[in-house]
């Protein structure tokens, strides 16, 4: 495998209210905070591991302006730690909106940027994932983006739910990443993205290679001469390939 998944990034106007609202919400910590960054993770957390993905919120001057296409969705234990638990988000600053979701068992709230989040009713499926129960990317073609991810995050496939395609790490730990069909077109650069990187002593110029191999196309969002590379994987979403670590 080239690469490992090991952020969710978020494009942030207030990068540390951000981390605060989440940190609060997901029962987390701040594990790294500078000028140009903040990072989120679980409490004793030893990063990079299979255990979570990082929440790490960027600076951007843009405010928000489309649905997002790639959210997340919480994990609850039972109806009443899903009530509890939209009420508390409700008093950190969540608002509930909609996005044409009709009349469903779980909630759709949006952080105070204006972010997108499912929480779940309960589901066996979540119930060791800790509280983030999946990354969830909008998809025109789920099967066939969830084979270059495969490659990209370094996770293995999952047996069919309910039409669900979904990727875990293969410790089966931590959250999974599902790919859900969704026939809206990509019109601007994704205000969420995922980091990649290649594995401790690995090359980044060969794992680079590889993703394209495989389907990514390099992306250019304005970065400039960073140390990182920037691609689009089959259905442009935009992604981050790190240096080893």
């Not at 500078?34 to 591991?49: L, S, V």
């Not at 990354?135 to 669900?164: C, E, H, K, M, Y």
């Amino acid at each position: 495998m080239p690469t490992r998944l090991v952020h969710m990034v978020i494009d942030a106007s207030d990068t540390a209210a951000m981390a605060a609202f989440w940190v609060a919400a997901l029962d987390w910590e701040v594990g790294q905070d500078e000028p140009d960054e903040a990072a989120i993770w679980p409490i004793g957390f030893n990063y990079p591991g299979p255990e979570a993905v990082p929440l790490v919120f960027v600076p951007v001057p843009e405010p928000k302006a489309v649905k997002n296409r790639i959210h997340l969705d919480l994990a609850t234990q039972s109806t009443a730690h899903q009530a509890d638990l939209v009420s508390r988000l409700r008093d950190l600053g969540a608002v509930p909106v909609d996005i044409g979701q009709g009349d469903v068992p779980w909630v759709v709230l949006a952080d105070p940027e204006g972010n997108e989040f499912c929480v779940l009713e309960p589901r066996s499926a979540y119930r060791n994932t800790g509280p983030v129960a999946a990354i969830v990317v909008d998809s025109a073609v789920p099967a066939g983006v969830a084979d270059f991810w495969t490659v990209a995050s370094g996770w293995r496939l999952q047996p069919d739910r309910n039409g669900i395609i979904a990727l875990r790490s293969p410790s089966d730990a931590g959250p999974y990443l599902e790919f859900l069909p969704n026939a809206d077109p990509k019109n601007a650069k994704n205000r969420v993205h995922l980091d990649v990187a290649p594995h401790r002593d690995e090359d980044h110029t060969a794992a680079v290679e590889s993703l394209l191999r495989s389907g990514a196309v390099r992306a250019d969002v304005g970065q400039g001469a960073v140390t990182w590379t920037v691609l689009a994987d089959p259905e442009g979403n935009e992604f981050c390939v790190l240096s080893p670590r």
